[in-house]
């Protein structure tokens, strides 16, 4: 990287940013390539954020066509009907997103990504999953971490005015600056599966209830064979039966995961435009941090709810 | 429960916003207020789209340089989102014509704001108005936002604002430690000197006119003698300021009995005669109608901004800049002040800054760094602004709903504090000592086209708001002023307004305006909401007008600073040398105090200069924080301490 000097155009159009986190780092995000699927709210704000940015190319992947829903929380989608008939929501967006920096490459990937090859997530340095099922986060996990270049891989979920998002970087190594000093840091992360399986009578005592209501919802959606977001009120019996087997098997109280909380997130809308842009925001962040290797990552979920405006940082299973 | 599942449409539906600002906050705001189902968005701003913005002004567009923020917001929303109604200004919100009435059409006003001024002016237009605000900044990846409601929570001004950061004159004259010490010299001494006003006064013309005399020349020695060779010039201009005038400071031993002794420097021991002699490729420079495109830099084949060059290489740099000063854009010389847009000004500050650092033994800096410094350029990413929109946003669906006991003031955080990188504290109800809210804002009853403003200032300013060097404004309009250093125009334009009928001033007053009063001795100001009256009864209402929701605590509370003054002072405050010039610079400082009900929080600031917050001090030097604030130079504060601020120009 050495003696790679930016352009004066990217001088210029990156001045601010630089400003907080460096040339160096400026450098890493123009060789960065991100793999983003399931085009949702929150999926687009971070696509927004990180083509701003200046990371090297993005590839979308959202083979759904354009529809009432997918324009809810989605402002890369224009409304004059012409340009989006026959179109998929991936390249209706790519199209609007190459506007927003013309020195990030963006472009489309078909298909199901959870069944490609583990050589195609070789060419990304990081991946992100939005609004995936539990057993399609679990596949597309596992792939990432059979490479041997570490990619860093996130979830992302939004239900009614919540959001989750989940980090997974292996082993990743970073520097921060304390005080006037740069400290060397390591930290090893757990993959989802390892995360999730952990027994909930082990996991800290004061932990987000949103994290066990994400799980009851996640798990249902998964043996009803549902697509993400596919409860409604309609199942709210089905979920809190299932909420206490769990709850059981795992010997912890019912109270950990109240009623109200799992009807709020099945009932409300799948959508929430500012928790989009707020988890958005924070996913941005992360992945800054990862590629540039600067700063504290978020080990290893971190959870907003805007009825209390709390952002959490939880670490599962601190020491896998 | 019900209000957190209750789609958060029927609380939007039918309502009116103003957005202040289009900046980085508003570009994101706009956007999520659009999708969140919002409607009716009016958006104020008066600025217009620079290069620098479109890195996280995602709204904004490379061909969009130079137009109006407001508008071509409103054009990119509503690609999206044609259906709704958005109605941009491209105006200064303290234009007179965003008056209380206007404010009052609003719901809500969502405020993305860069400076202390208009934040300040939109909370008491807010609190006249009686219209809840929402109130945001950010800096890097710190964040806020607040909610203010009337008579709810406290105000946007409740909480005192610290200062701008000043340094004694003698630091920057004499005694400079620190990079930013070189670069306030650099700046507003030497620059102006060198290419502004030749008349305006400042310490380095005394200084050096002092030496000079004393050494036998009494001529300025920033004047270029009629037929002087550019090359010649720069030289003795050079020897002067960073040779001789630094011997000059070492002849005062006492000085220098606990400091460094800073080392002379001469053109002859930094460049060889034959480097000296030789020019830069001025032929290599682009020819161009811009100004702003000149540089020393592209002539002397050095390309890297962020490079920290060498001694000989900012004195080649400050000799090459001079020259195409003088030789480029000879016309500007003698009325340029530094602009941080102006590439050769940049240039030839970093290259003198760095110049004078290396006598001072203190570390040098690149063009990049010594920019933000003289720009006080500040640190701006899209993420942080996008996290800051969305939380706007829903704290502005709670104040539709009127969910009081939900209000929550947040900040975002770069390092988790107790687990949060969102942190939501509970807002704190007015204070009782905030002149700004804790009273009925003041409200006069008058005839507006029969009164005369000498009528106001005589039996309502002086007379009960015992001011005795007023200063009335309307929006940005002066309309009246007192003071010993005003011209004889100004002079006469003001005691013709007095003689004028409030309805037919230049800046007209009538029903529904809100008048600005200040008197700086007494560091006090307020405002007046103005209510058109017909009939006055002449005998219950012998004034014909009447003032009301004035209280006499408020005058003394008010009146706490006016002791302090000494006569001397030509201004009540510190004067920023220039405002901020691009985002949003105010932010919370983060420091941590123990409250009432034994909950934390966290005290915000209108600037991060005064206190430093542990996220700061992780992330950047100590050095570069107290920059990012405007700089006031404290006059005198070591050779006479007479407490005399001074704005350097
Ligand atoms: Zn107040």
């Not at chain 1, 041997?148 to 980090?167: L, N, P, Q």
């Not at chain 2, 010299?185 to 005394?206: H, I, R, T, Y």
């Not at chain 2, 209280?551 to 006016?562: C, G, M, P, V, Y």
């Not at chain 2, 985002?583 to 200069?609: C, V």
Request: glycine content about 6%; overall charge negative; hydrophobic content about 35%.
């Amino acid at each position: 990287m050495k003696g790679e000097e930016l352009t004066e155009q990217e001088t210029a159009l990156y001045d601010r940013q630089i400003r907080v986190w460096g040339v160096d780092a400026q450098r890493r995000l123009s060789k960065s390539h991100i793999l983003v699927s399931g085009l949702r709210g929150t999926a687009i704000e971070f696509c927004k954020n990180i083509v701003l940015a200046g990371v090297g190319s993005v590839a979308l992947n959202d083979d759904r066509p354009v529809t009432e829903e997918a324009l809810t929380a989605n402002f890369l989608i224009p409304s004059d009907g012409e340009r989006v008939v026959g179109k998929s929501v991936a390249e209706i967006c790519s199209e609007s997103l190459k506007d927003f920096n013309p020195m990030v490459r963006v472009s489309v990937e078909k298909g199901d990504i959870s069944c490609q090859s583990v050589d195609f997530f070789d060419k990304f340095d990081v991946v992100v999953v939005c609004c995936y099922s539990l057993a399609a986060k679990r596949m597309v996990n596992e792939k990432c971490r059979k490479l041997s270049k570490h990619v860093a891989f996130y979830t992302v979920d939004c239900r009614d005015s919540c959001g989750e998002i989940f980090v997974d970087l292996r082993n990743h190594a970073y520097t921060k600056k304390k005080l006037d000093e740069t400290m060397e840091c390591q930290i090893h992360y757990p993959s989802f599966e390892e995360s999730i399986s952990v027994p909930w009578s082990s996991l800290p005592k004061r932990l987000s209830k949103l994290y066990f209501a994400m799980r009851v919802i996640e798990r249902f959606e998964d043996v009803e064979n549902r697509r993400h977001g596919e409860t409604t009120i309609a199942d709210l019996a089905d979920v809190l039966k299932l909420r206490t087997e769990l709850c059981q098997a795992n010997s912890v109280n019912e109270s950990q995961v109240p009623d109200s909380l799992l009807e709020r997130l099945i009932a409300g809308p799948s959508e929430f435009p500012p928790v989009c842009a707020i988890i958005g925001g924070i996913l941005g962040q992360e992945v800054i941090k990862a590629i540039s290797g600067k700063g504290d990552p978020i080990k290893n979920f971190f959870f907003f709810d805007a009825a209390d405006g709390k952002g959490v940082i939880e670490d599962i299973l601190s020491n896998p | 429960m019900a209000a957190a599942t209750q789609h958060p449409f029927s609380a939007i539906k039918g309502k009116k916003v103003l957005m202040v600002g289009a900046g980085g906050i508003g570009c994101e705001l706009l956007k999520t207020l659009a999708l969140s189902g919002f409607q009716d968005i009016h958006i104020i701003d008066m600025d217009t789209i620079e290069v620098s913005n479109l890195n996280r002004q995602f709204l904004f567009r490379q061909t969009h340089v130079g137009q109006s923020k407001a508008k071509v917001a409103r054009d990119a929303v509503l690609r999206f989102r044609p259906q709704i109604s958005i109605t941009p200004y491209h105006a200064n919100v303290k234009d007179p014509e965003f008056n209380v009435d206007f404010f009052k059409q609003f719901h809500v006003v969502l405020n993305g704001l860069d400076n202390l001024d208009a934040r300040r002016h939109v909370n008491r237009l807010c609190l006249a108005a009686d219209v809840p605000l929402v109130e945001s900044g950010t800096t890097g990846f710190l964040g806020q936002v607040t909610v203010h409601v009337k008579g709810k929570t406290e105000c946007y001004e409740c909480q005192p604002k610290p200062a701008p950061k000043t340094y004694p004159v003698c630091t920057i004259t004499s005694t400079p430690s620190k990079f930013v010490h070189c670069i306030v010299w650099a700046k507003d001494l030497l620059f102006s000197k060198l290419f502004g006003d030749k008349n305006q006064e400042n310490d380095l013309n005394v200084r050096s006119g002092d030496a000079s005399s004393s050494s036998g020349h009494s001529e300025d020695v920033f004047v270029r003698k009629p037929e002087e060779d550019i090359d010649q010039y720069g030289r003795r201009v050079y020897d002067h300021v960073f040779g001789y005038n630094i011997e000059m400071a070492l002849s005062n031993e006492e000085t220098w009995r606990n400091r460094n002794r800073p080392r002379p420097i001469y053109v002859r021991d930094v460049l060889s005669a034959a480097l000296s002699q030789q020019n830069g490729d001025m032929e290599n420079t682009k020819i161009s109608d811009d100004p702003l495109s000149v540089s020393a830099m592209v002539s002397l084949g050095l390309k890297n901004p962020q490079e920290v060059w060498s001694l000989v290489e900012n004195s080649r740099i400050f000799l090459e800049a001079l020259k195409l000063f003088f030789s480029k854009r000879e016309q500007e010389v003698g009325n340029l002040s530094f602009d941080k847009d102006d590439q050769l000004a940049v240039e030839i500050v970093t290259a003198a800054a760095n110049i004078r650092a290396s006598s001072f033994g203190i570390p040098l800096h690149s063009l990049f760094e010594a920019k933000g410094i003289a720009g006080n350029i500040v640190h701006a990413v899209a993420t942080t602004n996008a996290i800051i929109a969305g939380l706007i946003v829903i704290e502005a669906i709670k104040v539709l709903r009127n969910d009081t006991s939900s209000y929550r003031m947040t900040y975002c955080l770069e390092h988790p504090s107790r687990k949060m990188l969102l942190m939501p504290v509970e807002p704190f109800e007015p204070s009782k000592n905030c002149y700004v809210c804790s009273e009925t804002p003041l409200l006069l009853e008058i005839n507006t086209q029969r009164s005369k403003l000498r009528d106001v200032v005589e039996k309502i300013v002086k007379a009960k708001l015992g001011m005795s060097l007023p200063l009335v404004m309307h929006g940005a309009a002066l309309l009246y002023e007192v003071g010993d250093d005003l011209d004889e125009i100004m002079v006469a334009i003001y005691s013709a307004n007095l003689d004028k009928v409030l309805s037919e001033l230049p800046s007209p007053i009538t029903g529904g305006t809100i008048l600005t009063v200040e008197d700086f001795q007494q560091e006090l100001s307020c405002n007046i909401n103005i209510k058109h009256r017909e009939e006055f009864d002449e005998e219950k209402e012998p004034d014909g007008m009447i003032l009301s929701g004035w209280t006499q605590a408020l005058t003394t509370e008010n009146n706490k600073n006016s002791s302090a003054g000494n006569g001397t002072s030509t201004s009540s405050q510190a004067v920023p040398i220039e405002t901020v010039v691009d985002d949003e610079l105010e932010i919370l400082s983060g420091e941590t105090a123990t409250l009432h009900s034994g909950k934390k929080r966290k005290i915000s600031d209108s600037s991060k200069a005064s206190n430093t917050s542990f996220e700061e001090k992780s992330k950047r030097k100590a050095d570069e924080l107290e920059l990012d604030s405007p700089i006031v130079v404290l006059e005198g504060s070591m050779e006479k301490d007479n407490g005399k601020k001074k704005r350097l120009q």
